[in-house]
């Protein structure tokens, strides 16, 4: 047999390897009472007590269980040994069976419900329980409205007893296929068949949709065209794993009142394969449709839009009129996805800021300038603010197409103009504001302030940070005077907020 070779430091020194011990890891090579020990946390009670190191765990299993509320996203919650836990699909007062699993995070997910809600309904949309997009479609419409209503009123409830006007939410006589945006994604399924649909909840799975309960119908049928058309010009979907593939996206956009259809293909790359052949054989299958746009998004991001544009079919962009204005809209526009409710919402909102024909009012977000043209029927002077370079070449566009004259837009932080305006003794009498779902920053509601409007309208999608936002104005000096939910996206758990305020 072969003797093992010694290691050549060995070979140097003989006895080394008799002498040399197995090296201890550096955290045993510590003396023990010199390592530095994790300070004791002490007790709420005193001394005497201990806090106990881990939450009692609760085993895998089935649990029956009743709901007691929703959260704010619409989730059910019930408590399965003392620990509160989220259950999709399940209603308040409703006693349900639940699978619960996990060990750091526990989920607990609906088996069967034992006694059902008054309020609960059959989901019309067949994959109500994987998009997660409608998570309230087994909620009656009035229970919707009542839930919404409700979650308003607890988040206001400092200023209501205050003494704020709190309204009637503001609901749909139909609340469904009333979007005007309408969006899908392409993917291929276990079969390698092309599917489109909407990605499942938390994941990039896509869920095969063949017609949204939300969305409009002829949207539905350009998708299913659009599918059809890519299995004839062997066009795959991009695949981001292993980034092939071409279609990514298509976006649709259907003016309410004048019905004009613009058809956004998100592509993976500026080449696109057979793009004649393509855009042909779709407006032979729709020819209702005005525009074609190719959007080109080549980055690994959630993104939807890229930066590249071109113009497949027709001007690139449609128009549409809303409480009496018209509108040029583009791809990228900022335009309310609920035309039916966004004229609701714009109305109340500019009854709230009580209008006379003397003031001067600011619109701080003022995307393509749409709130903007309507308030300027009712005010001396409007002036809108966006960063959006894009959106605010719409919004002069749109002002010049609707001869409104009393109305400049600016480009620029709303809340540095607001600032400047404040430093060389501007005034506003209104500033109208409608930010984005997380709510305005410190700096923004400071220039506000500093501006000192005598009255603030305050539109939001988002009311859990309006009212973190309204605690700010008010310890400014302003006062809470009407509120107004509005139900702008029936079967979510969504709800817009209007809120005025006005000086003490």
């Known amino acids: ?72 996203d619409g989730i059910g919650l019930i408590r399965v040994q003392g620990k509160k836990c989220s259950v999709d699909g399940v209603l308040p007062k409703e006693m349900v069976t639940v699978e619960v699993s996990g060990k750091k995070k526990i989920r607990a997910k609906l088996l069967r419900v034992q006694k059902a809600s008054a309020d609960r309904v059959s989901p019309k949309c067949p994959v109500f329980h994987l998009c997660g997009g409608c998570r309230l479609q087994h909620l009656s419409y009035d229970g919707q409205l009542m839930w919404k209503q409700e979650t308003v009123e607890k988040l206001m409830r400092e200023y209501i007893d205050a003494g704020a006007k709190f309204y009637q939410i503001l609901g749909m006589q139909n609340p469904w296929k009333y979007r005007n945006k309408s969006h899908a994604t392409f993917s291929l399924n276990a079969k390698r068949q092309i599917i489109a649909g909407i990605y499942e909840e938390n994941s990039h799975r896509v869920v095969a949709v063949d017609s949204c309960a939300i969305q409009n119908e002829t949207a539905d049928e350009i998708v299913r065209s659009i599918r059809q058309i890519m299995k004839e010009c062997k066009l795959l979907p991009y695949d981001e794993d292993t980034d092939s593939g071409l279609l990514r996206h298509v976006l649709i956009r ?54 590249q544009e071109r113009v497949l079919y027709g001007k690139g962009w449609i128009e549409d009129t ?57 005010a001396k002077e409007v002036i809108g603010v966006e960063l959006n370079r894009d959106a605010v070449k719409d919004a002069i566009a749109n002002a010049k197409r609707n001869e409104t004259k009393n109305v400049r837009f600016f480009c620029d932080d709303a809340g540095r103009f607001m600032t400047e305006m404040a430093a060389k003794g501007e005034k506003i009498d209104v500033v109208l504001m409608d930010p984005p779902r997380n709510g305005s920053d410190e700096a923004f509601l400071q220039s506000v302030c500093q501006l000192k409007p005598k009255k603030i309208v305050y539109i939001s999608c988002n009311p859990q940070t309006q009212q973190r936002d309204l605690k700010m104005l008010t310890a400014k000096g302003y006062k809470i005077r009407e509120i107004q939910p509005v139900d702008m996206f029936p079967q979510t758990a969504h709800v817009e907020c209007i809120v005025s305020l006005s000086k003490e």
């Open 1 to 72: 047999m072969a003797k093992k070779k010694p290691l050549k430091k060995d070979r140097k020194n003989p006895n080394a390897r008799e002498n040399t011990q197995p090296k201890k890891p550096f955290y045993l090579a510590v003396d023990p009472k010199q390592r530095k020990q994790k300070p004791k946390k002490n007790h709420p009670f005193g001394d005497g007590w201990e806090l106990a190191d881990d939450e009692p765990k609760i085993e895998a299993g089935e649990y029956q269980a009743e709901c007691f509320a929703l959260d704010e």
């Open 254 to 307: 259907k003016g309410f009142q004048s019905g004009q259809i613009m058809v956004v293909l998100v592509t993976a790359s500026m080449i696109f394969p057979a793009r004649s052949k393509f855009v042909s054989l779709l407006r032979q299958k729709h020819p209702e449709i005005t525009t074609i746009v190719m959007n080109c998004n080549d980055r690994h991001t959630s993104m939807v839009l890229g930066d």
């Open 322 to 378: 809303l409480c009496g204005k018209t509108f040029h809209i583009s791809s990228k526009s900022f335009y309310q996805v609920n035309p039916v409710q966004t004229e609701v919402l714009y109305q109340r909102a500019l009854q709230m800021a009580s209008l006379s024909g003397s003031e001067r009012v600011l619109d701080a977000y003022c995307g393509i300038g749409t709130i903007s043209l309507i308030a300027a029927d009712k």
